[in-house]
C-alpha cells in the first residue's frame, strides 16, 4: 500500500530548530521526486522545498532557502526536512508529497504535480 507518513512535528521558540521525517513506502520512494509543502490557517498550502529521486537536486521556495534543508536516505526511504531559525511565520501543517518519475534530477514545485500526499505534521512556532 502506497503512504507517506510525516513525523516530527512540534512547538519550537523563535530561533529554533525541528527536523520533519516522511517515510515512505517503498513503491513510492523508489524513483520519485519528494516533496514538502505547507498550509497555514486560512492560507493556501505553499511550495517549501523538494528533492529529485537522484538526491542531487533540490529546489527551495524564497521563504525558506537558507534556513532549511531537504535531503533523502534511500536506505531507509525517508525524505527529511531540516528547519533552522524558525519564525512565526513558519507555523503551519507540514505535508510530504512524492510523484513518481523516470527523470532522476527533476523535480517539482506544484502541488498538483504530485501524485501521493502525507497527513501532515504541525509545526508551530512561538514564544
Known amino acids: 500500500q502506497e503512504q507517506l507518513v510525516e513525523s516530527g512535528g512540534g512547538l519550537v521558540q523563535p530561533g529554533g530548530s525541528l527536523r520533519l521525517s516522511c517515510a515512505a513506502s517503498?513503491?513510492?520512494?523508489?524513483?520519485?521526486?519528494m516533496a514538502w509543502f505547507r498550509q497555514a490557517p486560512g492560507k493556501e498550502r505553499e511550495f517549501v522545498a523538494a528533492?529529485?529521486?537522484?538526491?542531487?537536486?533540490?529546489g527551495y521556495s524564497d521563504s525558506v532557502k537558507g534556513r532549511f534543508t531537504i535531503s533523502r536516505d534511500g536506505t531507509t526511504n525517508t525524505v527529511f526536512l531540516q528547519m533552522n531559525s524558525l519564525n512565526p511565520e513558519d507555523t503551519a501543517v507540514y505535508y510530504c508529497?512524492?510523484?513518481?518519475?523516470?527523470?532522476?534530477?527533476?523535480?517539482?514545485?506544484?502541488?498538483?504535480?504530485?501524485?501521493?500526499w502525507g497527513q501532515g505534521t504541525q509545526v508551530t512556532v512561538s514564544s
Open positions: 508529497a512524492s510523484k513518481g518519475t523516470y527523470y532522476s534530477g527533476t523535480y517539482w514545485s506544484q502541488d498538483s504535480d504530485y501524485d501521493y
Open positions: 517503498v513503491s513510492i520512494f523508489g524513483r520519485s521526486a
Open positions: 528533492v529529485a529521486w537522484g538526491g542531487l537536486a533540490t
